[in-house]
């Protein structure tokens, strides 16, 4: 029980001090795709500017913190899609997409197509038409490496509350958005959320989020914290509060589905390891190797980079090719 109560500490102030010592929110991801180039000061530029700046200050986000619209005539017609996190004030969420559009034309600079994400909204921008379509073609899966050592039992309460917020996030209202905590041991909780740009239908987002939940059965096995993203949808669960309590919580999770496949005995109920991250990007037909921190490659979907910028400090990234 000591043990137990000193890895909880160790983990709370160890994200209480990481988040000190980060001055400024950095992207989690952002992919960059070799669909096309567009030349600065051409129709192109110019409507993608007029779409990017409108965002930050558009109404939509007042209701559901969702934007999505599209300007001009082909072949210089730009789409963009924002979202934001389903906690989020509309403050928070005007000031997390206009440091997306600050960011991603520097990071994508002249690139017809674009995606980047934050922890608390992501933005998408294209000169195809990415409204109201339900894209998983592209995964980055994350995992914390520290491992829960009742992973059984852990393995159990994780795929309950999943399950449980997959309904009530695809229904979701203007928001598709589901967020809940369950109970691992008496000291410590598991917190998770789902979420669907609204655009999408219910049964896409359902199908979204089964393929994310898939991921978590895949890769995250056992470990303290993990998430998913797609185009389409975010699924996340941490140890950590990361998001704040809404007043209308889901129902509680449904009947208990089959447990992820358990690993090797416990050391002692209820404690947890030193924590590491590490990062798949998943894309069909990619090559898998280790890569760093820091990192370009070139897939079948198109250019992607990745940057550090977890919860804990220390991380491995690699690329794993999809099954």
Same mark, same amino acid.
């Given at each position: 029980?000591?043990?137990?109560?000193?890895?909880? /500490?160790?983990?709370?102030?160890?994200?209480?001090?990481?988040?000190?010592?980060?001055?400024?929110?950095?992207?989690?991801?952002?992919?960059?795709?070799?669909?096309?180039?567009?030349?600065?000061?051409?129709?192109?530029?110019?409507?993608?500017?007029?779409?990017?700046?409108?965002?930050?200050?558009?109404? *939509?986000? %007042?209701?559901? #913190?969702?934007?999505?619209?599209?300007?001009?005539?082909?072949?210089?017609?730009? =789409?963009?899609?924002?979202?934001?996190? #389903?906690?989020?004030?509309?403050?928070?969420?005007?000031?997390?997409?206009?440091?997306?559009?600050?960011?991603?034309?520097?990071?994508?600079?002249?690139?017809?197509?674009?995606?980047? /994400?934050? &922890?608390?909204?992501?933005?998408?921008?294209?000169?195809?038409?990415?409204?109201?379509?339900?894209?998983?073609?592209?995964?980055?899966?994350? /995992?914390?490496? @520290?491992?829960?050592? %009742?992973?059984?039992?852990?393995?159990?309460?994780?795929?309950?509350?999943?399950?449980?917020?997959?309904?009530? $996030? @695809?229904? #979701?209202?203007?928001?598709?958005? @589901? @967020?809940?905590? $369950?109970? =691992?041991?008496?000291?410590?909780?598991?917190?998770?959320?789902?979420?669907?740009?609204? &655009?999408?239908?219910?049964?896409?987002?359902?199908?979204?989020?089964?393929?994310?939940?898939?991921?978590?059965?895949?890769?995250?096995?056992?470990?303290?914290?993990?998430?998913?993203?797609?185009?389409?949808?975010?699924?996340?669960?941490?140890?950590?509060?990361?998001?704040?309590?809404?007043? *209308?919580?889901?129902?509680?999770?449904?009947?208990?589905?089959?447990?992820?496949?358990?690993?090797?005995?416990?050391?002692?109920?209820?404690?947890?390891?030193?924590?590491?991250?590490?990062?798949?990007?998943?894309?069909?037909?990619?090559?898998?190797?280790?890569?760093?921190?820091?990192?370009?490659?070139?897939?079948?979907?198109?250019?992607?980079?990745? &940057?550090?910028?977890?919860?804990?400090?220390?991380?491995?990234?690699?690329?794993?090719? $999809?099954?």
């Amino acid at each position: 029980m000591a043990y137990t109560r000193l890895s909880f /500490w160790f983990l709370f102030i160890l994200n209480f001090l990481v988040s000190l010592t980060t001055p400024q929110p950095a992207p989690r991801y952002n992919r960059c795709s070799t669909s096309g180039n567009y030349t600065t000061n051409s129709t192109y530029s110019r409507n993608l500017n007029a779409l990017l700046s409108s965002i930050p200050a558009s109404s *939509d986000l %007042n209701s559901d #913190g969702f934007f999505n619209a599209s300007i001009g005539q082909n072949p210089d017609h730009v =789409y963009a899609i924002g979202l934001c996190r #389903g906690d989020l004030a509309v403050s928070s969420c005007r000031s997390c997409l206009n440091d997306s559009v600050q960011a991603i034309t520097q990071a994508c600079s002249n690139q017809k197509e674009a995606s980047l /994400w934050y &922890d608390e909204c992501m933005l998408r921008f294209s000169n195809r038409n990415i409204l109201n379509s339900m894209d998983d073609g592209f995964v980055i899966v994350a /995992w914390n490496t @520290a491992n829960a050592t %009742n992973q059984t039992q852990f393995n159990d309460v994780v795929g309950n509350l999943l399950s449980g917020l997959r309904d009530p $996030a @695809a229904v #979701g209202g203007v928001r598709k958005y @589901a @967020a809940n905590v $369950a109970n =691992y041991t008496s000291l410590l909780k598991i917190y998770a959320v789902e979420q669907c740009t609204p &655009d999408i239908s219910e049964m896409d987002c359902g199908r979204c989020l089964d393929v994310a939940m898939s991921d978590v059965t895949n890769y995250c096995n056992g470990k303290v914290g993990c998430f998913s993203i797609k185009p389409s949808c975010v699924l996340r669960y941490e140890t950590y509060q990361f998001y704040q309590a809404l007043a *209308d919580a889901p129902p509680p999770p449904r009947s208990t589905p089959a447990p992820l496949s358990p690993q090797p005995p416990p050391d002692a109920p209820g404690t947890l390891r030193a924590s590491l991250f590490h990062v798949f990007t998943v894309s069909k037909g990619g090559r898998q190797q280790q890569i760093p921190d820091h990192y370009q490659y070139i897939n079948s979907y198109g250019f992607c980079r990745v &940057d550090s910028g977890l919860d804990l400090p220390f991380f491995r990234i690699e690329e794993a090719k $999809a099954q």
